[in-house]
């Protein structure tokens, strides 16, 4: 199983930004995928989720400003962001979810966001 994060880099505040996390390895359309971002000295935390059925939730902090949407066909899922801010740095990482009876749960190696003027 691999999930691959790209699109990650330096931007200034109020710009926007495009992660993608390519996965290979499992049923991509039955997972639930996430986006976690991991700030120095904080705990990792969850920024957005999109289910199989392409429910959506978002953490507070990012909401109105993050989009996250996924495509089956390219087993790919996308975190828009928009109207970035400096506490926005973080190494964001993709997740892919799925329970049943036996739980399922795999990382990428995450991609750095580092918003800066």
């Known amino acids: 199983v691999q999930l691959v994060e790209s699109g990650g880099g330096l931007v200034q505040p109020g710009g926007s930004l495009r992660l993608s996390c390519a996965a290979s390895?499992?049923?991509?359309?039955?997972?639930?995928m996430a986006w976690y971002r991991q700030a120095p000295g904080n705990q990792r935390e969850l920024v957005a989720g999109?289910?199989?059925?392409?429910?959506?939730n978002y953490s507070d902090s990012v909401k109105g400003r993050f989009t996250i949407s996924r495509d089956n066909a390219k087993n790919t899922v996308y975190l828009q962001m928009n109207s970035l801010k400096p506490e926005d740095t973080a190494v964001y990482y993709c997740?892919?979810?799925?329970?049943?009876?036996?739980?399922?749960?795999?990382w990428g190696q995450g991609t750095q966001v580092t918003v800066s003027s």
């Open positions: 997740n892919a979810d799925f329970s049943l009876g036996s739980k399922y749960d795999y």
């Open positions: 390895g499992i049923r991509f359309s039955i997972y639930t």
């Open positions: 999109v289910t199989r059925d392409g429910s959506t």
